[in-house]
T-cell receptor
């Protein structure tokens, strides 16, 4: 039973397309996150939701829109994809903003 | 903005040797955490040390924290090939953000 699962694992798409990445956690955690890891492995927080409420919204282009239908799900929709969006996107969850449990990542390649 | 910075960027050691990596950060923290990332996988939490703690152990891992120097170290003793991975420190402040560095890549040679 995967604790934090995200789909798809790989996503290859053309510039200008719109795509979504889904994330689900079965740990009962209140807080979920999206992180972006670039080619140099630097991991940067994008968004955080606590009980479906947005609590962190870093300086991210508004082409990125998170949606949390319930506290077990946090999806990421990206409009008008650009070359610079190519990265690995990680979903994570945590109890009470302590240690994070990560999904296995979605490698996005924009051509 | 990036909070933690790991040093060195890369480390290559022989199986059985110890591996030490350091993390420096800039602002005050509630806790500092270390994570491991195997190639192509998500990060896995290793250990959490709170701002009022100085040292913590977990199996072959030993973490120290010096809040006066704003630095932490992770020691892996008696390394194994399976320890080959990237290791990240992450700092937690009051704003619920966990800020990561770019990691130290450790290669353990058989």
């Amino acid at each position: 039973d995967t604790a934090v699962s995200q789909t798809p694992k790989y996503l290859v798409t053309q510039m200008g397309n719109d795509k979504s990445i889904k994330c689900e956690q079965n740990l009962g955690h209140d807080t979920m996150y999206w992180y972006k890891q670039d080619s140099k492995k630097f991991l940067k927080i994008m968004f955080s939701y606590n009980n479906k409420e947005l609590i962190i919204n870093e300086t991210v282009p508004n082409r990125f829109s998170p949606k949390s239908p319930d506290k077990a799900h946090l999806n990421l929709h990206i409009n008008s994809l650009e070359l610079g969006d190519s990265a690995v996107y990680f979903c994570a969850s945590s109890p009470q903003e302590e240690k994070l449990f990560f999904g296995s990542g979605t490698q996005l390649s924009v051509l | 903005s990036q909070q933690g910075e790991e040093d060195p960027q890369a480390l290559s050691i022989q199986e059985g040797e110890n591996a030490t990596m350091n993390c420096s950060y800039k602002t005050s923290i509630n806790n500092l955490q270390w994570y491991r990332q195997n190639s192509g996988r998500g990060l896995v939490h290793l250990i959490l040390i709170r701002s009022n703690e100085r040292e913590k152990h977990s199996g072959r891992l030993r973490v120290t924290l010096d809040t006066s120097k704003k630095s932490s170290s992770l020691l892996i003793t008696a390394s194994r090939a399976a320890d080959t991975a990237s290791y990240f420190c992450a700092t937690a402040s009051n704003d619920y953000k966990l800020s990561f560095g770019a990691g130290t890549t450790v290669t353990v040679r058989a």
